[in-house]
């Protein structure tokens, strides 16, 4: 018994010890990493009340390789360059949505960043990327240095790319009929799209011709052209299809369209595309 | 006993973690700072350097030596994040303010994080060789820091790799490199500057031609030896200052490097000088630097050969056309009343109705040129000669014809050359190149 004592007075002195000997660990001090904001110029601080407090949408302009392709040869926009094509984004785009779909649209279902490059996206095909919509997260906008925010064709082509892209978002968020729209045109998708007239793809019965694509191209591009036209503008487009069944079937695709906003967001489509135009004509005026 | 052992197990195992809690594990520091304490000194001594020179930067950046020539910037950094900047790369050498930071990459480097000067070379839709379509002129504008040397910074580009030198600007640099525009408008040439480049080199026994090809846009050219017995080639990569231009790499003639070529306003010459009658010129030519003798088809005694340009069909996009012709072809029409348009520029040799100049037009009679056609064997050319305007000897020349005709009919003849490429059709291409002008009319040949 007397061994065991002494055993147990050893253990409990060499556990002491062990507790002992972690009393003396360095403390961590202040971090090293450069948490401090950088300053905000006028532009950034219009951005933060425009799209960032509102809407929980981050605007990069400044260049960040992280952000876009490093094989592409891109820039970043010159900043006075910035604001005018951010306000296009917000009255054409968000100011629509938000009438028609409701306050809270564009805040619960919208890209939460935007990164804006002043250059054009041309590939080496020779056909240009305007814009990017990756997992629904992140829009990338191109050549806001070539936007002239008086030429209407300009804005056009600009809130094209944006509805266009959205539209891939609301699809992310709920699926369009897929079915029923491959079985509209199924034959005349192809990866060569680019070396397709617009004329000839509408004869085959899309809108344009990046919607030969594939079924979501042609979903968005079907979508986004319709809410960049006016009335009369698609109507002009119909009737310079000379192909019926051709016709028929972008008219069934819009229906699908029509449907699929009412269903999954109790958007009328066609009142989206006039507040589009409104709102369109208003930037021009300006 | 069992108990016993347990706790004689227990002290073995207390030891045993003493001990190795007495290990250190840890290495060596190699440096006294933690990386994270060295990437922030490393950023603020590379602000710091930027912020240093007070005229700010020259760099002379070369994005690809191998295609592409080199194009001056000037940098000036300020403290709040803004940079003003101006370069060569076009007739606007002004100042302009934009953003840079000191950003973290693959290592520490400063980016031009909004548009400016330094970004026209990265715009994928203006790229001067059909090539670099989408790549622009291979430009970055995110440099890593890799040190100073003699007080330049030393950078490396992002995309490429290259190094990169950020020189001391001196206030001068800034006042000179608008006059880098005449320099570079001389080599570039207007509509009227001869049509052929020349590269001349003496090595100081003997003098060696080389037909210099240059891309103005990519500030890149290629010499090719005019002596069918050599098939040496030089590149040249040239950028530009007050004075001349810069070959990167230099020239090599007889061991010694030419890269200093200076211009010569009045002889139209770039001119790179070594020693012992060494050097090196880049020089205009209205002659072609290869003759042939595809002139012969149109000669007296050969059978009819007819020739012509159509305006708004595919020769019109001939690069072969000359802005001097296309100049003269819009002044026609501008003379022109209103409602009649030049349509077509035909030449007949041969024909049963002589030899002619048939000019056609929409909404007016056509014109006929008649015209006699000599050799210059030695020339390898043919001269155009008047006889008279549709079959009147002593009409003159109409008035808005007078300007464009005389580029075709003088007494110092016409080049002609049957080219390798077809447009649109297959027809064979000829043109026609005034040996006194740098008027060159693309043609099909029609029979």
Redesign the interface.
């Known amino acids: 018994m007397k ?2 004592k002494r ?2 007075a ?2 409990i002195i ?2 002491a ?2 507790f002992v ?1 972690c009393a003396h660990e360095d403390q961590p001090t202040e971090s ?3 948490f401090s904001q ?2 905000k110029t006028e532009l950034d601080k219009w951005i933060d009340t425009s799209f960032l407090d509102p809407y929980n949408i981050k605007v990069y ?5 992280n952000l876009v392709d ?10 006075e ?1 910035v604001k005018p094509a951010l306000e296009i984004v917000k009255k054409i785009w968000i100011d629509s949505y938000t009438t028609i779909g409701g306050e809270n649209f564009v805040k619960k279902i919208a890209p939460r960043e935007f990164v804006l490059v ?7 095909t ?1 056909t ?1 990327t305007l814009g990017l919509a990756e997992g629904g997260q992140r829009v990338s906008l191109f050549q806001i ?1 070539y936007l002239n925010k008086n030429s209407r064709p300009d804005v056009t082509e600009f809130i094209h790319t944006i509805q266009h892209e959205y539209v891939h978002i609301l699809n992310q968020t709920k699926p369009f009929d897929e079915q029923a729209w491959s079985k509209l045109t199924p034959s005349g998708y192809t990866t060569s799209w680019y070396v397709e007239e617009i004329e000839d793809s509408r004869e085959l019965g899309f809108i344009t011709s990046y919607a030969r694509l594939n079924i979501y191209e042609d979903f968005a591009e079907t979508a986004s052209t319709i809410l960049t036209s006016s009335e009369a503008e698609y109507d002009a487009i119909l009737a310079s299809i000379t192909d019926p069944e051709a016709r028929a079937n972008i008219q069934k695709k819009e229906a699908i369209v029509v449907q699929y906003y009412k269903d999954a967001f109790d958007i009328d489509f066609y009142a989206l595309r006039d507040e589009a135009q409104k709102n369109t004509d208003a930037v021009l005026g300006n | 006993m069992k108990l016993k052992y347990i706790y004689k197990y227990l002290i073995v195992a207390f030891v045993a973690v003493l001990q190795c809690a007495c290990t250190s594990t840890e290495a060596d520091s190699k440096f006294d700072q933690t990386p994270i304490e060295r990437l922030n000194i490393k950023e603020k001594e590379l602000n710091d350097l930027l912020l240093s020179s007070p005229e700010g930067w020259k760099v002379v950046y070369y994005t690809d030596s191998t295609q592409l020539g080199g194009w001056t910037h000037l940098f000036k950094f300020l403290p709040d994040g803004k940079v003003d900047m101006a370069s060569d790369f076009d007739g606007d050498t002004s100042t302009y303010r934009s953003q840079y930071d000191i950003q973290l990459g693959s290592s520490v480097g400063v980016v031009f994080t909004t548009a400016n000067r330094i970004h026209l070379l990265s715009q994928s839709d203006n790229y001067p060789t059909a090539a670099l379509r989408g790549k622009g002129h291979l430009g970055d504008f995110q440099f890593f820091y890799y040190g100073q040397e003699n007080g330049d910074i030393i950078f490396k580009t992002n995309r490429n790799v290259q190094e990169l030198r950020f020189v001391k600007a001196k206030a001068q640099d800034w006042t000179d490199l608008p006059k880098n525009t005449p320099i570079i408008e001389g080599i570039t040439g207007g509509p009227t500057s001869p049509l052929f480049r020349l590269l001349e080199i003496n090595d100081g026994s003997a003098l060696h031609l080389y037909d210099f090809d240059f891309n103005a846009n990519a500030r890149f050219g290629t010499a090719t030896s005019l002596d069918p017995a050599s098939n040496q080639i030089y590149n040249l990569a040239l950028s530009f200052t007050p004075i001349g231009a810069i070959a990167k790499p230099a020239l090599v003639v007889k061991g010694q490097k030419l890269s200093n070529f200076v211009y010569d306003s009045v002889s139209d010459k770039f001119i790179a000088t070594g020693t012992g009658g060494v050097s090196a010129t880049i020089k205009y030519t209205n002659v072609p630097p290869t003759l042939s003798d595809d002139y012969k088809i149109l000669l007296p005694g050969k059978i009819y050969a007819r020739f012509g340009y159509y305006v708004g069909d595919y020769v019109e996009d001939a690069p072969t056309n000359s802005q001097l012709f296309v100049n003269e072809l819009t002044a026609i029409n501008a003379a022109l009343p209103e409602g009649v348009e030049l349509t077509s520029i035909q030449v007949y040799l041969n024909h049963s109705l002589g030899n002619f100049i048939y000019y056609t037009f929409a909404g007016g009679p056509a014109i006929f040129h008649y015209i006699n056609v000599e050799e210059d064997a030695t020339g390898k050319k043919i001269i155009l000669k008047h006889k008279s305007w549709n079959g009147n000897p002593t009409a003159a020349a109409p008035a808005f014809l007078a300007n464009f005709d005389k580029h075709l009919v003088n007494n110092n003849g016409v080049y002609v050359k049957k080219e390798s490429f077809k447009l649109g059709y297959t027809n064979t291409v000829y043109t026609f190149t005034s040996a006194s002008s740098s008027f060159r009319m693309t043609t099909w040949q029609l029979n």
């Not at chain 1, 302009?61 to 390789?65: D, P, S």
């Not at chain 1, 490093?70 to 900043?79: D, E, I, Q, S």
């Not at chain 1, 002043?118 to 080496?124: K, Q």
């Open positions: 061994i065991l055993y147990k050893i253990a060499t556990g010890m062990l000997a090293q990493l450069d950088p300053n302009y400044e260049w960040n390789q490093n094989t592409r040869y891109l820039f970043p926009p010159t900043v360059k002043g250059g054009m996206n041309l590939n080496t020779g240009r240095d």
